[in-house]
């Protein structure tokens, strides 16, 4: 964190001196990671806490809701990096070349060192809104440093506000799917690798299960999902309800990897009333 605002205040000044908007758009940028690496922080630190009797399923969702948040911000600093590189285009500036790319050089050193040491974290949405986050700041450093020297060759000053666009755009870009996924968790929305279906069937080839309904199959966060169901069965001793309802958390766990399964055990024969019915009848 330290590291990022001193480069943020070392693009300001170049920015500023260099009269560039492209690196004046990196800065602001870049000063956006400071929050975001705060909250991420702070939302991994949440994930590890135990449930309580206040959040009972844990603090999983800690870095979607970073993820989420980190992820809007950007799409509205990503829109006024687009308002402001249109604004030069109307009114070019000459830009001092020597200022974009010994700045950009040393973004580019902290920007692609973050990168680096966050790629074995990419699986984690958390994580991986960051590493997008200074894999993007390291690109637009490319560009800006590629940008000055034709600049410096061409005396195209257009060139410049080109690069706040396009770093914009890239911004916007790689935001819009974390706020997308981020969203989808707190809406509780089913896992993408997992279908209502498959789980359904599955449950159905458990012997003494003749009907699955009320299916809900949603993710907690950092990979965890969590299952409930309606299974109705025939008449049973109650020992054997329990070796039943072991089977179906099992087949969820081996099979789908859902870590917390509650089912509610029907007798066989009622009418269903609501929810996700599964057709089929159990395979004898």
């Known amino acids: 964190m330290a590291a990022t605002l001193g480069l943020v205040v070392a693009e300001v000044f170049g920015g500023i001196l260099g009269r560039s908007v492209a690196l004046l758009n990196d800065a602001v940028h870049n000063l956006s990671d400071v929050p975001a690496l705060g909250i991420s922080y ?15 399923y844990g603090y999983h969702r800690a870095g979607t809701l970073a993820a989420f948040t980190n992820a809007f911000v950007l799409v509205l600093l990503s829109l006024w990096l687009g308002y402001e590189a249109f604004e030069r285009f109307r009114s070019p500036v000459a830009v001092v070349e020597s200022w974009m790319i010994w700045t950009s050089v040393a973004a580019l050193a902290v920007n692609g060192g973050i990168t680096l040491a966050l790629v074995r974290g990419r699986e984690d949405l958390n994580l991986r809104s960051i590493l997008i986050h200074n894999f993007g700041d390291a690109l637009s450093n490319i560009a800006i440093i590629a940008g000055a020297l034709i600049i410096h060759a061409t005396g195209a000053s257009w060139i410049d506000p080109l690069l706040g666009l396009a770093i914009g755009l890239l911004v916007l870009w790689s935001s819009i799917g974390i706020l997308r996924e981020s969203s989808h968790i707190l809406l509780e ?96």
């Open 42 to 56: 702070l939302a991994m630190r949440w994930a590890e806490r135990p449930a309580d009797g206040e959040k009972t």
């Open 189 to 284: 929305g089913r896992p993408p690798d997992l279908r209502v279906e498959d789980v359904a069937r599955a449950v159905l080839t458990i012997e003494g299960v003749e009907e699955v309904h009320d299916v809900h199959l949603w993710s907690l966060g950092g990979g965890h999902h969590a299952l409930s169901l309606h299974a109705r069965i025939p008449d049973m001793h109650l020992d054997e309800c329990e070796l039943l309802l072991a089977s179906i958390q099992r087949v969820a766990a081996k099979e789908f990897g859902v870590e917390h399964t509650t089912v509610q055990l029907e007798r066989a024969g009622l009418p269903a009333k609501s929810g996700y019915v599964m057709p089929e009848p159990a395979k004898k």
